[in-house]
């Protein structure tokens, strides 16, 4: 990997040279000794290493190929765009995708690693503030590159392969995998040492102790260690800092910037001057009036009829039916264009959005689940039935011991209410694969069906994406998914 580290530390340090915040573009302004002496520079570095995450290469790709892979949204027709080989699990070894992800994210761990070196743990609560937020940058990146590249915890974590563990900025010729259980047990140590650290909270767009014990819970969560997921998830649900939405505030949820919404925990944010526009995450999912975005991935019908079957769920708000001038439901391919606007309209922009990474509601379905597997049914309910009142739902729309609204179980309860609520955010296919439930699309698109229906097995060697094979040209040692 000589050639690619090599590139990409000396392009981390050029970028992120002389940033001073992440609503600013980082410039080329200053040398990499001058950068990492003092904490004025490490700050600046600091945010460059965000500024680097909210990339489309980045941001763009891990939302497309951490929710296209589920059932809840559609494909209208066939697309050049690398997103149909992940929307149809027809992965290939020169994805673009996949290559874009695997580079920017490691470009994102160079950058990190070049400032958590040069600091010195304990020197001034600034500066351990600082190393924190790049410890909890360099676990997040490490986490959602080994969940595309590597299989789900829950299978063979021991012997599977997962990526590599970088935590320098060296040029590397000969580096190998990790396993997934490496990879795992690194993110929760880096983790837990950042959520030490780190001692405030500056927005929602920075990371912070709670952003840390989050994503601890999450992490957990994927181990099936029960446990330790509700143990975090309880730190982050008692910070009264964060409250959940109330129905009135929540078709209006994600039109917010993050930083004005107390439900958020930590969100990649973006502004006006990182509108992408025909490349943002909400241009695949909407078209606003005036014509700006592509609009050609809609919800499923089947969660269309999940969400629409209590019509007081505020969540219906998300869908939006494009009709034609007579009033009549506008089609593509003979597909209903039902938009999904969760990344949409902040600020009234239609393409521009601050994707939120983590937020409290997920701390509630995370303890949710975690109790129903512990076999707590009453608490489990019990944290299904907040968000459920989050979402507007009362009285017979609540779930009870006695009536699971013709469920199997109460992990089913739990698993279709995070279906609902964290919709499209880019959660339901790992949601499945790591509790070894198959997933079906038994509705009209644009995937790989048979006799109508696709089934994807928790095992099928397409669940996770295959290793750039240009990263592979370069070094020996970096072994190939099953093809």
């Not at 965000?50 to 790709?61: E, G, M, P």
């Not at 994210?105 to 600091?119: D, F, L």
């Not at 590397?172 to 780190?198: G, I, P």
């Not at 939120?356 to 975690?370: P, T």
């Amino acid at each position: 990997m000589k050639s690619y580290f090599s590139r990409f530390t000396l392009l981390g340090l050029l970028v992120l040279a002389g940033a001073c915040s992440i609503e600013k573009k980082p410039y080329n302004g200053l040398a990499e000794d001058a950068i990492l002496q003092n904490a004025q520079g490490l700050r600046a570095a600091t945010d460059g290493n965000y500024t680097f995450i909210k990339d489309s290469d980045y941001t763009r790709n891990l939302y497309i190929m951490n929710e296209y892979p589920g059932d809840n949204i559609t494909l209208s027709g066939t697309t050049t765009d690398p997103l149909f080989l992940t929307y149809t699990y027809r992965h290939t070894s020169d994805q673009a995708n996949a290559l874009a992800i695997y580079r920017k994210g490691y470009q994102v761990i160079v950058g990190c690693n070049k400032v958590i070196v040069a600091i010195k743990e304990g020197t001034s609560p600034e500066l351990d503030q600082i190393l924190g937020e790049n410890l909890f940058l360099r676990a997040m990146v490490h986490f959602d590159l080994v969940r595309l590249f590597g299989r789900p915890y829950t299978q063979s974590p021991e012997t599977n392969l997962g990526i590599i563990i970088k935590t320098d900025a060296k040029a590397d010729d000969n580096a190998s995998r990790n396993t997934v259980k490496e990879v795992y047990t690194f993110v929760l140590s880096e983790l837990q040492r950042a959520a030490k650290l780190m001692t405030s909270f500056r927005t929602s767009s920075y990371a912070s102790p709670a952003s840390a014990n989050a994503l601890l819970s999450r992490v957990y969560l994927y181990m099936n260690d029960n446990a330790n997921a509700i143990k975090y998830a309880d730190l982050v649900i008692a910070d009264s800092r964060f409250a959940l939405a109330t129905p009135t505030q929540v078709p209006d949820f994600y039109t917010l910037e993050n930083e004005q919404n107390r439900e958020v925990i930590f969100a990649i944010k973006h502004t006006l001057k990182d509108d992408r526009t025909w490349s943002a995450i909400g241009s695949m999912y909407y078209t606003s009036p005036g014509g700006v975005g592509w609009g050609e991935v809609y919800a499923s019908q089947e969660y269309q009829d999940l969400v629409n079957k209590y019509p007081n769920d505020k969540r219906r708000s998300f869908l939006v039916r494009k009709l034609t001038s007579q009033g009549l439901q506008e089609k593509r391919n003979g597909i209903d264009k039902v938009y999904i606007t969760k990344f949409s309209n902040q600020g009234g922009i239609p393409t521009l959005s601050s994707p939120v990474v983590l937020r409290l509601s997920e701390m509630y379905l995370n303890r949710a689940e975690a109790y129903a597997k512990q076999g707590d049914a009453a608490k489990a309910l019990s944290d299904v039935n907040l968000i459920r009142q989050r979402a507007g739902l009362t009285g017979t729309e609540l779930y009870t011991a006695a009536d699971l609204k013709g469920l199997p179980s109460v992990l089913d309860v739990v698993l279709q209410e995070r279906r609902l609520e964290l919709a499209f955010e880019g959660h339901r296919p790992y949601d499945l694969f790591r509790n070894n439930r198959s997933l079906t699309r038994s509705y009209p698109g644009f995937h790989n069906t048979q006799n109508g229906q696709q089934t994807v097995l928790p095992d099928d060697k397409q669940v996770v994406n295959l290793i750039p094979e240009s990263e592979i040209v370069l070094n020996k040692n970096l072994r190939q998914n099953p093809l």
